[in-house]
């Protein structure tokens, strides 16, 4: 029996140091290409080059701050002048969401930040409690107000005027390709 | 401090201008991590930078200036001065001098970005993204597309609700009525989720709850989430129209309305927002009612009121885990800004759930028995909503929340089996339409009563106790 928990515990160490030296080496490597600013690929983190796929639609994973994910409009060659003034509204769109929510997430996450040193330095470091928090959440709702009506009156005359254009483009797109 | 007040600025310049001053500073001190940036919150990133780049402290930038003004010295605790970086005051008073952005890049960034990165929309230049590509959808691949817009779960739900009002109806005997209702109600509901869907994407993104959502992952484009809506909504509408009766295409057709272009924007305004919602869940079973009766009779009524007084313990206890998203994302829900009142309407709907369930037997919609079960039943939510009103945490408001998912078919489900009969035949009928989901032979389909049978039957029928325990146990007395 006890042979038999050594001999586990022994391997569970070598898995644990093997484990380690690998975990180390991945930020060892990982530090090491944090200093050139090309993107990083590995084996599981791959991605499309969007240089070599103008013609695809592109989708990327969200932003941190903002949380909205970034599109690349497909560009065909000879894109008719309504075709790329179309696409240039969307990114306009695009740009204006992106915009308001990076700034926004960044002011929350500041003042969230700010609340809780606050609130830590009066009760000697203890974590904050979610009725105090109830009171910043209350706070930040109230003040973003008028520039949360502002961005979503902006957004539905954005969001429901792209419409009508998109279905002109999907018609020239079907009209073309017929 | 004093700011002088601004004349209104437009929204989009406004808010462009703030973002770049943010989004400059951000961008170059991210450009010296930009591998960390998705391993670090939000948070780290946002006390990184202020560490990093003096250029937050004491700038000229109004924004700044007035977020850091507590840092030294004031004796504000909360962010409730009027210097705070948050009132309409401090919005850009040098607007006019340094927006000279233009249309060109909102942005400014200083990064010595690689030649992918600037292929990167704008905004999007200060971290490693992975881009993937998103091709049309196919045929088959549309589908679980378009059950993602209606929310297939939670309309399928609520049309349950809808059949369940239009099984409560005394000669609920038509069951091509009831499927042209049930495909009716579900194209309207479709409907009103897909509208949803498509006006809320930059919102989703932000709540971990429908980040994943089909438009939020740009899975389809929003003409065709818009399409798909517009025309589920049409047929919905058209077949209640035509194949059930023009007043419950109408009620479809409001609680379509009430749902996309009310409900959906006041949730941004007021928290009153709950209430018009709460309307919204109210409608669908008087549908079903006004599918058999074409017409809303107090029964239809109480039916709605019991779904009514039900969507606030329902929805409030799921808004208070949602407290922190709702408040970043900018909804205004009770929850957040007046946490005692969110647990005290559920607590006040639970107790008004206890008048409206025995006004059911008063009304001749079902025997007095549903009084006791329903009650039953009604006590344990109240437990629940008592319990959250006390403690106002997240595990009571779970408790609560799946508590009253398992509420509403229980008590749908108990109003239907102590359905009043009048007959035995209509017994047959009730118990078939309880069944729901299951075929019903014709054979029990019943032949119109005379006026005169039916009340002098109902005379008889004083023995209630009866009819739940065996049902060819009541007699016809002619």
Known sequence: MNSLRTRTATTAIRICRRHASSSAKATASKAAASASTEPLLTKKRESLDPAQNKDKFLVGNPHPVSNLRPVLYPIPANEPKEDRLFRERCERVDAFNQNFWVNNNAMFNKAKAEFEEKVRATNGNQPVTTDELSVFYKDFLDKAYERQLNYNKQWWIENIGLLLPAAKAAVRKWTSRS | ?478
């Open chain 2, 1 to 478: 401090m004093l700011h002088r007040v601004n004349p209104v600025i437009s929204g989009a310049r406004l808010i462009r201008s703030e973002g770049s001053r943010i989004h400059s500073r951000l961008s170059s001190s991210c450009t010296h991590s930009l591998h960390r940036l998705q391993n670090k919150s939000p948070l780290a990133l946002l006390q990184g930078s202020s560490r990093g780049s003096g250029a937050l402290r004491g700038s000229r930038v109004t924004f700044t200036r007035a977020s850091f003004s507590s840092h030294n010295g004031s004796a504000a605790i909360l962010p409730t001065e009027a210097n705070n970086i948050f009132s309409r005051d401090n919005q850009d008073q040098d607007d006019s001098a340094t927006n000279s952005s233009g249309t060109a890049g909102f942005f400014t960034t200083s990064s010595s970005a690689s030649a992918s990165s600037s292929l990167a929309p704008e905004g999007f230049r200060d971290y490693n993204i992975r881009w993937k590509e998103v091709k049309m959808p196919t045929l088959t691949g549309v589908v679980p597309i378009y059950m993602d817009l209606a929310k297939a779960r939670l309309g399928a739900l609520v049309t349950l609700t809808t059949m369940s009002g239009y099984a409560m109806t005394p000669a609920a005997d038509d069951l091509s009525t009831l499927f042209s209702l049930t495909v009716g109600t579900a194209l309207c509901i479709t409907s009103a989720n897909a509208y949803n869907q498509f006006v809320e994407p930059p919102y989703d993104a932000q709540m971990s709850r429908t980040r994943n959502r089909v438009l939020v992952r740009k899975a389809v484009s929003p003409l065709h989430a818009w399409s798909f809506a517009t025309a589920t909504g049409l047929g919905g509408i058209g077949i209640l129209a035509t194949m059930v009766n023009p007043l419950t295409a109408a009620l479809g057709a409001a609680n379509l309305v009430l749902y996309a272009a009310v409900y959906t924007p006041m949730k941004r305004m007021s928290i009153v927002n709950t209430w018009v919602g709460s309307v919204v869940g109210a409608l669908p079973p008087m549908m079903g009612w006004a599918a058999c009766t074409n017409s809303l009779g107090p029964e239809a009524w109480l039916l709605g009121l019991i779904l009514y007084a039900w969507q606030f313990p329902h929805f409030n206890s799921l808004a208070w885990n949602l407290r922190a998203d709702y408040s970043k994302a900018g909804y205004r829900m009770m929850s957040v800004t007046d946490p005692k009142l969110n647990a005290r309407v559920s607590l006040r709907y639970s107790l008004a759930l206890i008048p409206l369930v025995t006004l059911a037997p008063y009304l001749d919609m079902t025997t007095w028995w549903f009084a006791v079960d329903g009650n039953i039943v009604n006590a344990v939510m109240l437990a629940g909503a008592a319990n959250f009103w006390r403690k106002r945490d997240d595990k009571s408001a779970r408790q609560l929340f799946f508590g009253s998912l398992i509420y509403l078919p229980v008590v749908l489900a108990l109003m239907m089996l102590h359905k009043k009969v009048k007959k035995a035949e209509d017994e047959a009928e009730a118990n078939a339409a309880a069944a729901l989901t299951s075929v019903v032979s014709t054979s029990s389909a019943v032949v119109e009563e005379d006026d005169d049978e039916y009340e002098y039957v109902d005379v008889d029928e004083d023995d209630d106790e009866e009819h739940h325990t065996s049902p060819t146990s009541v007699q016809k007395k002619l």
